[in-house]
């Protein structure tokens, strides 16, 4: 599993249910990387898509009441059920969020691809909660703008 995360300098990743800034190098960083695999994330996370489903990708929507969810385009199930559930999908497997689903497959994540942005989110109220070393360490460093670098960490 690949975890994805953008995140500011206070490690700030979401407010109101939503990334705090908007940076199309980013968002197409994100694309781009993510098209063709699966991508997991929890409801608010789907909730905050500004399409469903993302074309190109596989989705699993973790939840804690997977019979309510009713969304075509997504496999809901709970985390217990997540293996069965990314049986038959396509691969890599992308952990998108949200803070409590980096939480959850922390220990699960091979890698991170973080992206670093220097806005400040006065009112961001979701935040990144573990520190990646000692359990990843820093390998690689890409600078998509002026406002925003990848960080590659690898277990």
Not at 12 to 27: N, Q, S, T, V
Not at 104 to 125: K, M
Request: aromatic content about 8%.
């Amino acid at each position: 599993m690949i975890g994805v995360v953008a995140m500011n300098p206070a490690g700030c990743i979401g407010e109101a249910g939503r990334l705090p800034w908007h940076h199309p190098e980013d968002l197409q960083f994100f694309k781009r990387t993510t098209l063709g695999g699966t991508l997991v994330m929890g409801r608010v996370t789907w909730d905050s898509l500004p399409r469903r489903p993302l074309p190109g990708r596989d989705h699993v929507v973790l939840t804690r009441d997977p019979d309510a969810f009713r969304e075509e385009g997504a496999v809901a199930t709970t985390p217990e059920g997540l293996d069965a559930a990314l049986a038959g999908l396509k691969r890599p497997v992308f952990v998108i969020g949200g803070a409590q689903i980096y939480d959850l497959l922390f220990d699960r994540i091979d890698e991170f691809l973080v992206t670093r942005v220097l806005d400040e989110a006065p009112n961001g109220d979701t935040f990144f909660s573990r520190p990646l070393a000692p359990a990843f360490r820093l390998v690689s460093t890409e600078v998509l703008s002026p406002a925003c670098t990848v960080e590659r960490w690898q277990r």
